[in-house]
């Protein structure tokens, strides 16, 4: 017997050898299939559920579980850091998990994925660009490329391989907590851009050193779902009514295109079409995605999003495997429902050992996980060395977010006072928002639902003013907008407070009461207001409106909102256009270009520049 185990052993090293050849040996896509078909032959039942299994690294019981479950993928959720949240901690914190997985009998790398959704925005310090919904008013492909690009390098600099982006929804309902996260209303920019994206996330090939595979989520529909069927919110993972014409042509045409410009993940939406949930959508995976669009790259699940689709978790996971999901992310124990892993593997087995789920979905499962490894050369350099720390928040990246600010900003109303005249002398910048990096970061900024104050490095508003006025201008601040007589100019910057997912979903968009009752002292001076509307959609402006003579809509700028200043003062003459409607009260919600009786306060498209 122990001859016989030796002999396997052999063998196995020998085939394992072979196998994990350098990338540089396989040259194509016939090689990388062969190698692929090759390593399915030896994988176990065990090996091979691993490999479909992924865990939030916070909530692996044992680090060694990694080798014991031969899980295939770890990820970092919004806020989940190594113990200290600094580049170098990544690396070893990524080369440690490796490490346990590369003790297993054949050595198949994990692949780790994180939401770098708008710059690689879980790491202090990193780079934080406009979240999509001001990259959409840019509607510049080139600006997103190269943002996805930088994204990538820093994201690399972690030893981090895999991004959940970008997010290619088409939001119709400005009530939705994750408006921000898609580029347009506009199918059409929302495609674009997100092909730019993917672009910049994987470059030309997957096995470049400075490209990250990309993920277009979340399929389909997520951003058209209908107002009070929300899961939590009142919006979020909601029901989708639309026909199936209008799905293709409107929300599924993005993915489409991703495909075309081989996107190697997509990641399956919470929310349902026709009460139907995504999860277990055969037809919508397996025949549209996989057989109708050729989608062979893997198809994961969002978190715990399984766990919805039944109340008994093992029809969940038949139904989600037999939909085409390949990957499913079971975080761990987020929330006190959530199934641990450990469950999961023991029940996909099951269904697998009962017939339920037949061996040949799981081999289509495991190949397609197998062949973007190999396609990213994860099999060749499985651990990352510390050569690329400095690209994390470089001064080149950073310069790109400036300039992604000042494209991003749109300027709704102008009453020629801006740019800021060279004779002002007395400047008062007034409201909190003006001086708080986590509230112009918004959301997915260190932590999931984002954060208040000075959270990682970067320029706020006030900032960057700072930096426009010399001597001969004097600048004050005041939070709660106290006006001395002298004052020239005022500069107010109010709005949202950051938010994620569904905690963003709002009955009513008004502005808060301590933001209108701000600009209404303000404008008792009548000194001239220019407002700035930090904020991760359009909101109701009708209380202010005449009392700004000048309102710019910054979004969600990120960590450069210096870039808003270079607009103020007019260094930069601003171009960017409204890619979403900008309603004039609730009652117009939800309001699309297009829509019968189209009459909002801004039209789509609008956005004026200093020559205006
Ligand atoms: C979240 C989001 C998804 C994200 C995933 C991992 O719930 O829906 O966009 O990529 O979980 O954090």
């Known amino acids: 017997m122990f001859i016989k185990k030796l002999h396997i052993n052999i063998i196995t090293f020998f085939c394992v050898s072979i196998l994990n050849v350098s990338c540089s040996d396989i040259t194509t896509k016939d090689e990388i299939d062969m190698k692929v078909e090759q390593l399915v032959k030896m994988m176990t039942l065990e090996e091979k559920v691993g490999q479909m299994t992924q865990v939030d690294h916070r909530y692996l019981e044992k680090k060694s ?14 806020g989940s850091v190594p113990d200290t949240n600094n580049v170098r901690s990544w690396v070893r914190m990524y080369n440690e998990y490796q490490s346990f997985a590369l003790e297993t009998r054949l050595k198949i790398p994990i692949i780790y994925g994180i939401d770098a959704v708008h710059g690689h ?16 008013c840019s509607n510049d492909e080139d600006l997103v490329r190269r943002i996805s690009a930088a994204t990538a390098r820093e994201v690399q600099a972690t030893g981090l391989d895999w991004t959940f982006a ?19 209303e506009d199918p059409d920019i929302v495609t674009r851009l997100g092909n730019a994206s993917i672009q910049g996330y994987q470059g030309s090939s997957l096995d470049q050193p400075n490209t990250i595979l990309a993920c277009a989520k979340h399929y389909v529909g997520d951003g058209n779902t209908i107002y009070g069927t929300g899961m939590h919110g009142k919006i979020d993972r909601g029901d989708v009514l639309l026909d199936e014409k209008e799905l293709r042509s409107k929300y ?27 999860h277990g959508h055969k037809y919508l995976i397996d025949e549209v995605l996989k057989k109708e669009l050729k989608f062979n790259g893997f198809v994961v699940s969002d978190w715990a999003a399984i766990d919805e689709i039944d109340k008994n978790y093992k029809k969940s996971i038949i139904q989600a495997v037999n939909a085409g999901i390949d990957m499913v992310m079971v975080p761990g124990q987020f929330i006190e429902s959530a199934n641990s892993y450990i469950d999961f593997i023991e029940l996909l087995k099951e269904s697998i050992q009962d017939g339920s789920i037949k061996m040949d979905r799981i081999d289509d499962a495991v190949s397609r996980i197998l062949n973007i490894k190999y396609s990213m050369g994860l099999f060749e350099k499985p651990l990352k060395k510390f050569n690329k720390v400095n690209d994390l928040g470089s001064d080149k990246n950073r310069a790109i977010a400036r300039e992604s600010v000042k494209k991003s900003v749109v300027l709704l109303k102008n009453n020629n006072i801006l740019p800021i005249r060279k004779n002002t002398r007395n400047i008062l910048v007034a409201g909190e928002h003006a001086d708080n990096i986590g509230y112009q970061c918004g959301g997915w900024s260190i932590w999931w639902q984002g954060g208040s104050g000075k959270i990682t490095k970067g320029t706020s508003i006030l900032d960057g003013i700072k930096s426009h006025t010399g001597k001969n201008i004097n600048l004050s601040y005041s939070k709660s907008g106290d006006v001395d007589k002298n004052t020239d100019l005022i500069i107010v910057a109010i709005g949202e407070k ?23 002292k303000l404008s008792k001076s009548g000194k001239p207001i220019v407002m700035i509307l930090i904020s991760g959609r359009p909101m109701i402006l009708e209380p202010i409106l005449d009392k700004c003579d000048a309102i710019l809509a910054a979004w969600l700028p990120g960590s450069e909102g210096a870039g808003i200043s270079d607009v103020l003062f007019g260094d930069y003459s601003p171009t960017a256009k409204l890619s979403f409607t900008w309603p004039k009260n609730m009652k117009q919600i939800p309001i699309n270009f297009g829509d019968t009786n189209y009459d909002p306060l801004y039209r789509f498209g609008h956005g004026l520049t200093f020559k205006d």
Not at 166 to 184: H, I
Request: proline share 4%.
């Open 498 to 520: 950051p938010y994620a997912e569904m905690n963003g979903d709002r009955e009513s968009l008004e502005l808060s009461e301590d933001d209108i009752e701000l600009v209404n």
């Open 65 to 78: 579980d990694i080798k014991k479950y031969f899980l295939g993928s770890l990820l970092s959720g919004g």
């Open 166 to 184: 970008p997010c290619v929804a088409v939001a119709q309902d400005e009530r939705w907590g994750r408006t921000y996260e898609s580029f347009s």
């Open 121 to 136: 925005n879980n790491v202090l310090n990193a780079t934080i660009f406009p979240h999509n919904i001001g990259l959409g």
């Open 252 to 278: 599924i045409k993005p993915f489409k295109e991703a495909i075309d410009n081989n996107v190697g993940s997509i990641m399956v939406s919470y929310n349902s079409w026709q009460s139907k949930k995504l």
